[in-house]
């Protein structure tokens, strides 16, 4: 009995850390959720509620209705959908290129990728404004849908290149000698088993282009170009912060991403579990 005891206090702890990080988790977006569907009265009214006294649905309503916020949803998923698709086929190419060939400078390359991620995008930004600036691009969407794709494509290429390393050569070998070409054998054998790599490739480049603010920010302030996480920022006023709009507005721009983890949940496990760059 007494060796069941300690055998079960590891487990129940863990189970209580669990609990508290899953607590943890999920306390923001309860709140959220629950200021979203309070009234302005009683959002301002100083007391702690743990759930409305009045259901509302008015702030989602003044979001879509009144707000230029359906137009930050449109142009939120331009700039990720198009970015997400050149990093992908950039890491597709790129990703097999590293994996398959053996060419001079190809460790250099790879080590050049890897160093990207360690620069500080302040040192970045100035170039690219002006950049943008003298090719008049800033206020336009291709500024953003460019600098995505330019900041995720060596982590993806790289992630990509160590899906690529974990399919047998013999089977494209075994596909070519039953008569398919390159083409042929990408698109039928290879491509297939990378499902789950693609996948994981795909969500990552465009939860990193949906969720950016900075560049956004930098980049874009007029209406007609503004995406979702810099319309948020812009229910914080000067002398006001309407929160019960910013909490409807942060709860929709949620739904494209959970409906897309929903989808692709089994793809995104099997990726990044397949996808682990090997030592």
């Given at each position: 009995?007494?060796?069941?005891?300690?055998?079960?206090?590891?487990?129940?702890?863990?189970?209580?850390?669990?609990?508290?990080?899953?607590?943890?988790?999920?306390?923001?977006?309860?709140?959220?959720?629950?200021?979203?569907?309070?009234?302005?009265?009683?959002?301002?009214?100083?007391?702690?509620?743990?759930?409305?006294?009045?259901?509302?649905?008015?702030?989602?309503?003044?979001?879509?209705?009144?707000?230029?916020?359906?137009?930050?949803?449109?142009?939120?998923?331009t700039v990720s959908m198009s970015s997400s698709i050149l990093v992908l086929l950039a890491s597709i190419l790129g990703g097999y290129s590293l994996a398959r060939y053996q060419?001079?400078?190809?460790?250099?390359?790879?080590?050049?990728?890897?160093?990207?991620?360690?620069?500080?995008?302040?040192?970045?930004?100035?170039?690219?404004?002006?950049?943008?600036?003298?090719?008049?691009?800033?206020?336009?969407?291709?500024?953003?849908?460019?600098?995505?794709?330019?900041?995720?494509?060596?982590?993806?290429?790289?992630?990509?290149?160590?899906?690529?390393?974990?399919?047998p050569v013999s089977l494209e070998e075994a596909a070519m000698i039953d008569g398919c070409n390159k083409f042929q054998t990408m698109s039928k054998v290879v491509l297939p088993m990378m499902q789950p790599g693609i996948v994981a490739t795909f969500v990552f480049a465009?939860?990193?282009?949906?969720?950016?603010?900075?560049?956004?920010?930098?980049?874009?302030?007029?209406?007609?170009?503004?995406?979702?996480?810099?319309?948020?920022?812009?229910?914080?006023?000067?002398?006001?912060?309407?929160?019960?709009?910013?909490?409807?507005?942060?709860?929709?721009?949620?739904?494209?991403?959970?409906?897309?983890?929903?989808?692709?949940?089994?793809?995104?496990?099997?990726?990044?579990?397949?996808?682990?760059?090997?030592?």
């Amino acid at each position: 009995m007494a060796s069941f005891g300690r055998k079960a206090a590891p487990e129940l702890v863990r189970v209580v850390v669990l609990l508290l990080f899953a607590l943890g988790t999920l306390l923001p977006f309860y709140w959220m959720i629950v200021t979203s569907l309070k009234t302005r009265q009683e959002i301002y009214s100083g007391q702690l509620t743990l759930w409305p006294k009045a259901l509302t649905w008015l702030n989602y309503v003044d979001t879509l209705q009144n707000t230029s916020f359906p137009r930050y949803l449109v142009n939120s998923f331009t700039v990720s959908m198009s970015s997400s698709i050149l990093v992908l086929l950039a890491s597709i190419l790129g990703g097999y290129s590293l994996a398959r060939y053996q060419f001079k400078g190809k460790q250099f390359v790879l080590i050049s990728f890897l160093a990207t991620q360690m620069v500080p995008v302040m040192v970045i930004l100035v170039p690219l404004f002006i950049t943008f600036g003298q090719i008049h691009l800033l206020n336009k969407l291709p500024s953003l849908i460019i600098t995505y794709t330019a900041m995720n494509i060596p982590f993806c290429l790289i992630t990509m290149s160590s899906f690529f390393q974990r399919i047998p050569v013999s089977l494209e070998e075994a596909a070519m000698i039953d008569g398919c070409n390159k083409f042929q054998t990408m698109s039928k054998v290879v491509l297939p088993m990378m499902q789950p790599g693609i996948v994981a490739t795909f969500v990552f480049a465009f939860i990193g282009a949906w969720n950016d603010l900075f560049f956004g920010v930098m980049f874009t302030n007029s209406e007609s170009a503004k995406t979702v996480p810099v319309g948020l920022s812009s229910f914080v006023q000067k002398f006001d912060i309407n929160w019960g709009q910013m909490s409807a507005a942060g709860m929709i721009s949620l739904i494209p991403v959970i409906i897309m983890f929903a989808i692709v949940q089994k793809y995104i496990v099997a990726g990044l579990t397949q996808g682990a760059v090997k030592g």
